[in-house]
């Protein structure tokens, strides 16, 4: 799997936020999508339903059944374009027989269901009352079949099946390891989108009812009464084959979502658990790493190779040409010496070069080791504290609780506030001087990052100690005033005034 190929941006999300990125997946290949299922499901369950056309509901039944396997022509080109690659309508239709071949235990189940159904209702049997019995039994077995078919946490399983190919013992070890985090989420999903199912459904017939013309009436038969009295079977067939064609709508647009949005907590799990992001940032740090190093042995070689060039183009000139025309002894000792200063020459600018070479590596390797060293707190899992030293917080929840920005008599201003008609002004110079001293005090540990209803958590755990029932107190009229513009009572207030428990003012 080659995650530097991803078009998503990969990262921890939750999980409504995993089932949001798989819708937009479906969104944006949507068109990729229609094909194939346009090409090889539609025509498919079309025919299902021409063969069932004596008795449509069980051709339904059966289209029902065999969904595992039409959403895993769903699955086939949003896998392949979250990795950049864009499947054909042509490759989309190979995976449907594909899948029919794998899963032809489904396949039989639901044709011999589909079967056995069918002849159990069929109007033609004499005497109904004596086969109860076999069509109490043999719902019993469909229900019990269910499970075999797929979980409810069908679109988290499904990539696993399609995509990872596992089966048996290693197919139950991923399952449980995936649905850890994600399974209720998955339960949720096969809810909603059931309902949008019936949804899409219902609302197909109703528009064709609306869209009736005139004389023609079938509304009769429509009725929950005739449902429950069984004279909805007198419909004509061609009415039923119409409201097969609306139930294939609906499971084909359903289908698209739902497998797409399965497939984002598939995607989501896995980085959860196997530190998708946290790999592609590492993969991404050790390409820039290999650049940079790459880029300093070619600069080396290239600072070398220049100061060679540089020293023969000076050679190669008219002044460094050597006359031959003597053998004189003192003109030999003259071109010996001509020789050894080009050569001097030529190893000035090479040595020159690969000091300025290791000069640039050194300097690399020193600003990697600072770097390195001043952002450690990447690679530990939690700092600490040393133990005795407090932290220094200075700002909760977006108020300055710093003791040197609080007035000294603090409980004597705010009261000066809260008679001028400045309650929200007064609640909160009480509650910054509240989380001030029991930052001060070290009766607490408040971070900068909570919020009032951390603070509260905070402080409730560690009980009276940290004045817990006044801080509470405090905090809900703090919050009704700030946010709700609710003023609280005055016993409220004048309880707040008078048990006032930090007594130090801005030197507590």
């Known amino acids: 799997m080659e995650l530097e190929k991803v078009t998503a941006e990969i990262r921890p999300r939750t999980q409504w936020e995993a089932i949001d990125l798989g819708l ?40 029902w059944w065999l ?87 069908r679109s988290l399983v499904l990539p696993i099946r399609y995509l990872e190919r596992l089966r048996g013992a290693r197919y139950k070890a991923r399952y449980q390891t995936l649905s850890y985090r994600s399974a209720s989420s998955a339960v949720g999903l096969t809810c909603i989108c059931l309902l949008m199912e019936i949804l899409l459904f219902g609302s197909q017939v109703y528009f064709a009812f609306i869209m009736l013309p005139e004389g023609v009436e ?35 647009i359903v289908a698209w979502f739902y497998t797409g949005a399965g497939f984002g907590l598939y995607v989501n799990t896995r980085t959860w658990a196997e530190g998708w992001d946290i790999e592609l940032k590492f993969k991404g740090l050790g390409q820039r790493l290999g650049l940079v190093l790459l880029g300093l042995l070619m600069l080396g070689s290239s600072t070398r190779l220049e100061a060679n060039q ?45 000091l300025l070479f290791w000069i640039i590596v050194i300097a690399a390797i020193v600003s990697l080791i600072w770097v390195i060293i001043h952002n450690l707190h990447v690679f530990r899992s939690g700092s600490k504290d040393p133990p005795g030293k407090p932290k220094k917080v200075t700002t909760v929840a977006g108020l300055n609780v710093d003791p040197e920005n609080l007035p000294s008599d603090l409980l004597g201003e705010a009261r000066k506030m809260w008679k001028s008609g400045q309650y929200q002004e007064a609640l909160g110079l009480l509650y910054r001087g509240a989380i001030s001293a029991l930052v001060t005090r070290q009766l607490v540990e408040i971070e900068e990052s909570d919020t ?26 703090w919050i009704s005033q700030a946010y709700a513009r609710r003023c609280p009572h005055e016993e409220v207030i004048n309880e707040l005034w008078s048990n006032w428990p930090f007594q130090e003012g801005r030197h507590q």
Not at 26 to 47: C, D, Q, R, Y
Not at 218 to 234: H, M, N, P, Q, V
């Open 67 to 153: 969904k595992p396997i039409w959403e895993c022509v769903a699955l086939h080109p949003l896998s392949r374009s979250l990795f950049g690659e864009h499947s054909t309508w042509h490759d989309n239709m190979k995976v449907l027989p594909a899948e029919v071949f794998k899963n032809k235990g489904l396949v039989l189940i639901g044709v011999s269901l589909t079967a056995l159904g069918w002849f159990l209702h069929s109007d033609n049997r004499d005497d109904a009352s004596s086969n109860a019995g076999f069509v109490f039994l043999y719902w019993c077995v469909v229900i019990g079949l269910l499970f075999y078919r797929s979980p409810l946490s």
């Open 310 to 354: 540089d020293a023969q183009r000076v050679l190669d000139q008219e002044d460094f040409k050597v006359d031959t025309r003597g053998v004189y002894e003192d003109e030999e000792k003259e071109e010996e010496s001509s020789d050894s200063n080009s050569n001097a020459g030529e190893g000035v600018f090479a040595g020159i070069g690969q």
């Open 218 to 252: 079938i509304s009769e038969f429509l009725t929950w009464d005739a449902f429950f009295e069984g004279e909805f079977k007198f419909l004509p067939n061609w009415i039923w084959a119409v409201f097969g064609v609306f139930y294939l709508n609906a499971v084909s």
């Open 24 to 63: 937009r997946l479906t969104g944006e290949h949507s068109i990729s999508l229609l094909k194939g299922w346009m090409a090889s499901v539609f025509p498919l369950g079309v025919l299902i339903l021409a063969i069932c056309y004596q008795s449509v509901g069980w051709g339904i039944f059966l289209i």
């Open 452 to 477: 009032e209803m951390d603070c509260l958590r905070r402080v409730v755990s560690r009980g009276e100690v940290a004045s817990a029932s006044y801080f509470a107190l405090l905090t809900n009229a």
